[in-house]
């Protein structure tokens, strides 16, 4: 089954703490991509990549860090400089850019105590 | 086969009066809708949204309304300031499939 997949699908933190969110996906995409989504706001874009050992910041990109060392895998972590960390956290690939279908794994709810 | 489609490439506005930037889809199936904006070496930021059950949202100077007959969207600026100037994406989400589709921009210039 193709896919992406994202764990845990829920997460607790200790403030202070710096936490890293899965994602991997055997679809074969180069680009792949983290949202944020707060209660009543759209998805806003925390970064993505379009290719392996490359990627861009989004729209929020201040305290979080994500690597792309392999195609398939595109991990996010939250650091402790991230003010306001609680929230639903999407991850999500395609094709090749922006612009190609994007889809999405099930998503990680992070809570910050 | 495009299920968002923007077919204005670029759109040329005065300062002050109003920008309209237009958005069709095809996918009945979309259930919420979201523009974007991006400024050339940025990432693409969320600007408005929609949900398919209403037809109009606004936020400042943006407006977003929704004509789910006619399969198509719309995002108002007014009144459009140059710091508008930038390309602007449509996109539209289906949760049955959760998925995202992007249009492929229009790139707006506000001229003083």
């Known amino acids: 089954d193709g896919g992406i997949t994202q764990s845990p699908k829920y997460l607790f933190r200790k403030e202070g703490q710096n936490v890293t969110l899965s994602c991997e996906q055997n679809?074969?995409?180069?680009?792949m991509y983290w949202y944020r989504q707060d209660p009543g706001q759209g998805l806003r874009l925390i970064y993505y990549?379009?290719?392996?050992?490359?990627?861009q910041k989004g729209d929020i990109a201040e305290g979080y860090s994500v690597s792309r060392e392999k195609k398939e895998s595109f991990p996010l972590t939250v650091t402790s400089a991230q003010k306001n960390p609680t929230a639903f956290y999407l991850c999500?690939?395609?094709?090749?850019?922006?612009?190609?279908?994007?889809?999405f794994g099930p998503g990680t709810r992070l809570t910050v105590l | 086969d495009q299920q968002v489609k923007q077919n204005s490439p670029s759109l040329s506005v005065q300062e002050g009066r109003i920008s309209i930037l237009n958005c069709d889809y095809t996918n009945s199936m979309f259930d919420y809708f979201l523009w974007y904006k991006k400024y050339p070496a940025e990432g693409p930021t969320f600007l408005i949204s929609?949900?398919?059950?209403?037809d109009k949202n606004e936020d400042g100077r943006f407006t977003v309304f929704l004509n789910k007959s006619a399969k198509h969207l719309s995002l108002h600026i007014v009144p459009s300031q140059p710091g508008d100037s930038a390309v602007y994406f449509c996109a539209a989400w289906n949760s049955g499939y959760s998925t995202l589709t992007f249009g492929k921009g229009t790139m707006l210039l506000v001229s003083p």
């Open positions: 999500a690939s395609s094709e090749r850019d922006l612009t190609d279908t994007q889809y």
């Open positions: 929609i949900s398919s059950i209403k």
């Open positions: 679809l074969n995409h180069d680009a």
């Open positions: 990549s379009q290719i392996v050992n490359d990627f």
